[in-house]
């Protein structure tokens, strides 16, 4: 086959400000592709001579959109929650849960107690799952280690676990997500810890594309988040910041402060802090899959998000204990049910927004030249089918690096 491709479909959906269309739609379209690279894209009649005789590839279905970004995930984890699940239901809060020695501490154990090798072989079907609905690109913290060794440990599961499955991956070092037990009654410790021992040596080994913390009355206030944004910073490494999801801690302002990627949840932001996200041009990442398993009933305020042109994202928030899910299809459902962004607002959540959410919007997120030819083929007859439809799963072709990835073997 040459190196060359030539790609046809009916509508391609580029999702990208450039074509003054809803979903950025081509209409009887045409993709180009060299060396995993997107050359040329545009309606068939436009195409240069000097691709005309190239053979045409035509793809399975009749709409065609980039490769789906699912930009906050803790895939990688020993264990499960299923009974604090069901205390939650007798009655038990997230923070009473917390406080008794459950939530993300009790995840801790079983991660620690696990090998490398268990950890990647019980993510990698979690990646699989999401693969197989067109993700390709997705985020994966640590922070169920909470310890010097098992962080790294996790950060390398999680990169052998998506090159298994076919899938870009960025880790992120979330060291300040919950207090371990070694360091009971000392925070502060602790956060010396992570800034001067587990951070560098994370860095040292070149696993930390980005760096989290947990932003949270039942976590680290922000004098202490502000110290983990400090070294972050020392090591030239851009943030992300779990919050206000329980609470308004002002960490949105703090994180927009930083030139934060992405501040994610955001239930309880502020009016300011939504102003610093907009100066800063911080993306507000939601997560509906924590929000509906929790039974929250502060919604965030997408209305003010919209005022202030604050670019908003959807993800999983994959994890044993607040979002257990496995699909980033339902997540667009909830996000219109839930949250009431339309259809296209939550396909530009899990494409262009979620891809600036990990910094990576240069190359995925949206179909443009230059861009990764990673894009995916759905059965579907209008893009707000993605969203519409609850438990099923379009996706009939996936091409990563301008090469056909067979389903099969995701």
């Not at 693969?131 to 052998?160: F, H, P, Q, W």
């Not at 587990?198 to 594309?209: I, K, M, Q, R, S």
């Not at 929250?296 to 042109?309: D, N």
Request: glycine share 8%; net charge negative.
């Amino acid at each position: 086959m040459s190196q060359v491709q030539l790609w046809t479909c009916p509508h391609v959906a580029t999702m990208s400000r450039d074509v003054p269309t809803p979903y950025g739609v081509i209409d009887d379209a045409a993709i180009v592709t060299s060396k995993g690279l997107i050359d040329w894209l545009g309606p068939r009649a436009e195409l240069p001579p000097h691709f005309a005789d190239l053979p045409a590839l035509t793809m399975d279905a009749d709409w065609v959109t980039p490769a789906l970004v699912d930009c906050h995930t803790h895939l990688v984890h020993g264990g499960d929650r299923a009974r604090e699940f069901e205390m939650r239901l007798q009655g038990a809060s997230y923070a009473q849960l917390a406080a008794a020695g459950g939530g993300i501490v009790s995840t801790v154990g079983a991660t620690r107690a696990a090998s490398e090798q268990e950890l990647v072989a019980t993510a990698v079907p979690r990646l699989q799952a999401l693969a197989r609905e067109g993700v390709m690109t997705v985020e994966i913290k640590s922070g169920y280690g909470l310890d010097d060794e098992c962080e790294r440990k996790m950060l390398r599961a999680a990169r052998s676990a998506a090159a298994l499955c076919g899938v870009d991956v960025h880790t992120t070092f979330l060291g300040a997500h919950a207090l371990p037990p070694e360091f009971a009654g000392e925070p502060d410790r602790y956060i010396d810890f992570v800034c001067n021992v587990a951070l560098p040596n994370a860095h040292a080994e070149g696993l930390v594309d980005a760096v989290d913390a947990f932003c949270e009355h039942i976590a680290f206030d922000i004098a202490q988040t502000r110290r983990v944004f400090d070294a972050t910073h020392a090591l030239g490494l851009p943030v992300k910041l779990h919050a206000e999801q329980l609470s308004d801690m002002s960490g949105a302002s703090l994180a927009a402060e930083y030139q934060a990627l992405s501040a994610d949840h955001l239930e309880f932001v502020s009016e300011q802090g939504l102003a610093a996200m907009a100066r800063a041009a911080t993306v507000a990442v939601l997560l509906p899959g924590a929000f509906y398993f929790l039974r929250e009933t502060q919604l965030p305020p997408i209305e003010r998000m919209r005022a202030h042109g604050i670019d908003i994202a959807i993800a999983t928030d994959a994890n044993p204990g607040s979002s257990p899910v496995g699909s980033l299809l339902l997540m667009l459902n909830m996000a219109c049910t839930l949250f009431r962004m339309t259809p296209e607002e939550a396909l530009l959540g899990v494409t262009r927004n979620g891809a600036r959410a990990l910094g990576c919007a240069d190359s995925v997120g949206t179909l443009a030249v230059g861009k990764k030819a990673n894009f995916v083929a759905w059965d579907i007859r209008h893009p707000a089918e993605l969203a519409y439809r609850i438990g099923h799963n379009p996706c009939v072709q996936l091409v990563r690096d301008g090469k056909v990835q067979a389903l099969a073997g995701v």
